[in-house]
C-alpha cells in the first residue's frame, strides 16, 4: 500500500542572478570615467616630460655657449654647477646614446641637434620602495671643439615634483569616481524605474484575483501586439540582468496563464457543446417520430413526451452548471458567510438522501466541526457527493458522512464502498467534462461538472479537497474548510491522496 500526494502551489516569481542591470551601467560609467582620467593622465605625463627634456635642452645649449666663450669650467665652477644640477665632463671616448631622427633635429637647439642622447638612472635597491630612485638624469653626448663632452641634467627636483603632483591628482580623481559612482547608481535606478513597475504590474497579473480596470487597461496597451496566435511566444532576455528578467519571468509567467486559460476555454467550449449535442439530438429525435407516428399512437406519444422532458431537466441541469462556473470564473458569486456546524448540515443532506434513495444503506457520524461560510454552498458541495456516491456504488452498497475537527481544519467526508476510481485518473476528476467511464455516462447520467464545482465552492472558502480510492473497495472525498474563528484564505492547495 502506498500514497502519493499531488499537490498545486503557487512558483515564486523571478530568480535572481549575480549581477544586475545597475550594477552593469554604473561599472560600465566608472570605467568610462575612469579611462578618461587615465588618457588625462597620460597626457599630462607626455607633456611634463616633453616640458622636463625642453628645460634640459636649453640648459645643455646654455653650458656650450659657456664652454664656447671661456672653455671647460675649472673645479670650483663644476661643484656651483652641480649644486644647480648641471654638470660638464670632458670624454676620451665617442659619444654614446640615442642620435634623434632628421624631423626631430629641426626641433632641438642647433648646438646640441647632433648629440646622442640617454637617460641614466641610479637605483638603491637597499632603500625602501619610495626611495630607491637616487637619481635622474638627462645625458647629453656630442663633439664640440674638437672634444668630445658629456652634459648632464639632474631631474631629481623635477621627479619629486611630478610624483607629489600626480599624487594629488590620483586621489582627487579618486574620490570624484566614488562620489560619481554612487550617484550614477541612483541615477540608472531611476532611470529603469519605469521598467521595474512594468514587470511589477505584468506580475500581478499572475496573483490571483482581479487588476482594476485601470491598471488592465495600462497593461493591455504594453502589450498590445499579443494575441490568441500568439500566446506561445516568449521574451528572451540576458540572464544576467535581473530588471529585464524580472520584466521577461513576469510576462513570460502571464502568458503561459493566459495561454492556458485559452486553452482550456477552447476545451470547455468545445465539451459543452458535446454535452448539449446529444440531449438536443435526441430531442430533435422524439420530435420527428412524434410527427412522424405519435399523433395516433398514445404509446409512442407517451413514450416520446417522457424523453423529451427527461433529456430537457438534463439540459437544464447541465445548463446551470455551466452558469455557476462561469459566475465563478467571472467571480460574481457573493458569498453568505455565517457559522454552522458540519454535523447539522450532513445530517440534514443525509436524511434528504434517505428519502430519494432507498436502494443505498446511509450511515452519519457527526462531531463537533464549525464553519464559517456559505451554507447552501457547502451543502451544494456535499450534494455533489453524495450523488456521485449513489452514482458509482451498486445497490444495497453503504455510503458514510463522517465529520471531525482539530480545531484548526474541519473535514466533512464521503464515503462509499463502490467502483473506486483508477489511481490514473484520480488528478483528473476535477477537470470539467472528465469522467472516468464514458462508457456509464448515459446511464449514470451528468456530465462531469459536479466535482469541479464543488472543488470551486471549496477552494473559494479557502480549504482543500483529499481523495482517498481503490479501485473495488470504495472511495473518500472529504472537503477540508477553515474552523470557525481561525480565518481562511483566498489561495489554497487541491491535495489529492491516492491509495492503491
Known amino acids: 500500500m502506498s500514497k502519493k500526494l499531488h499537490k498545486t502551489s503557487p512558483e515564486p516569481f523571478g530568480d535572481r542572478f549575480r549581477f544586475s542591470i545597475v550594477y552593469k551601467l554604473s561599472l560600465k560609467l566608472f570605467l568610462r570615467l575612469a579611462g578618461i582620467f587615465l588618457t588625462i593622465d597620460i597626457i599630462i605625463g607626455l607633456l611634463a616630460a616633453g616640458a622636463v627634456i625642453v628645460y634640459s635642452e636649453k640648459r645643455a645649449e646654455l653650458a656650450l655657449d659657456v664652454v664656447s666663450q671661456s672653455g671647460l669650467p675649472d673645479e670650483a665652477s663644476r661643484q656651483w654647477l652641480r649644486l644647480s644640477g648641471l654638470e660638464l665632463t670632458e670624454l676620451d671616448r665617442p659619444p654614446r646614446g640615442h642620435i634623434p631622427p632628421d624631423p626631430i633635429k629641426r626641433l632641438l637647439p642647433e648646438t646640441t641637434a647632433f648629440g646622442a642622447r640617454r637617460f641614466k638612472v641610479t637605483i638603491d635597491k637597499s632603500a625602501a620602495a619610495l626611495d630607491r630612485l637616487r637619481s635622474l638624469e638627462y645625458i647629453i653626448e656630442l663633439e664640440h671643439g674638437g672634444r668630445v663632452l658629456e652634459i648632464s641634467c639632474s631631474l631629481n627636483s623635477f621627479v619629486v615634483i611630478i610624483f607629489h603632483a600626480y599624487a594629488a591628482l590620483l586621489a582627487i580623481e579618486l574620490l570624484i569616481l566614488l562620489s560619481r559612482t554612487f550617484k550614477d547608481a541612483r541615477l540608472v535606478r531611476r532611470t529603469l524605474e519605469p521598467i521595474a513597475e512594468l514587470a511589477r504590474a505584468a506580475q500581478s497579473l499572475n496573483k490571483a484575483g482581479s487588476l482594476p480596470d485601470a491598471d488592465m487597461a495600462e497593461l493591455a496597451g504594453t502589450l498590445a501586439g499579443i494575441n490568441a496566435a500568439r500566446l506561445d511566444t516568449r521574451i528572451k532576455i540576458d540572464e544576467t540582468q535581473d530588471e529585464l528578467k524580472g520584466l521577461a519571468k513576469a510576462i513570460n509567467d502571464m502568458l503561459e496563464r493566459i495561454n492556458e486559460s485559452y486553452r482550456a476555454q477552447v ?230 491522496v491516492e491509495k492503491t
Not at 455565517?338 to 450532513?346: A, I, K, V, W, Y
Not at 443505498?360 to 456535499?382: E, G, I, W
Not at 474541519?410 to 490514473?424: A, T
Request: glycine share 10%.
Open 267 to 496: 476545451r470547455f467550449v468545445s465539451d459543452a457543446s458535446h454535452e448539449l449535442r446529444t440531449p438536443i439530438s435526441v430531442i430533435q429525435g422524439y420530435a420527428n417520430l412524434l410527427d412522424r407516428w405519435g399523433k395516433k399512437d398514445e404509446k409512442t406519444l407517451q413514450e416520446s413526451i417522457n424523453a423529451i422532458k427527461e433529456e430537457a431537466a438534463n439540459m437544464k441541469d447541465l445548463v446551470e452548471q455551466l452558469l455557476f462556473l462561469a459566475r465563478g470564473d467571472n467571480n460574481t458569486i457573493t458569498l453568505h458567510i455565517e457559522d454552522f456546524r458540519l454535523s447539522e448540515l450532513s445530517e440534514e443532506v443525509v436524511n434528504e438522501m434517505r428519502m430519494i434513495d432507498g436502494a443505498h444503506n446511509y450511515s452519519h457520524h457527526p462531531s463537533q466541526a464549525t464553519v464559517s461560510a456559505d451554507r447552501a454552498l457547502v451543502k451544494q458541495a456535499l450534494r455533489i457527493l453524495l450523488d456521485n456516491a449513489i452514482k458509482y456504488t451498486p445497490p444495497g452498497g453503504n455510503i458514510k458522512i463522517a465529520s471531525e475537527t482539530d480545531g484548526r481544519l474541519s473535514r466533512i467526508s464521503v464515503q462509499d464502498d463502490g467502483i473506486g476510481i483508477n489511481p490514473e485518473a484520480i488528478p483528473k476528476i476535477f477537470d470539467r467534462f472528465y469522467r472516468t467511464d464514458e462508457s456509464r455516462a448515459r446511464a449514470t447520467g451528468g456530465a462531469g461538472l459536479g466535482l469541479s464545482i464543488a472543488r470551486w465552492i471549496t477552494l473559494r472558502h479557502g480549504g482543500h479537497m483529499e481523495v482517498l480510492s481503490r479501485e473495488g473497495l470504495g472511495t473518500r472525498i472529504t472537503l477540508v474548510l477553515p474552523s470557525a474563528g481561525t480565518g481562511g484564505g483566498e489561495k489554497s492547495a487541491l491535495q489529492l
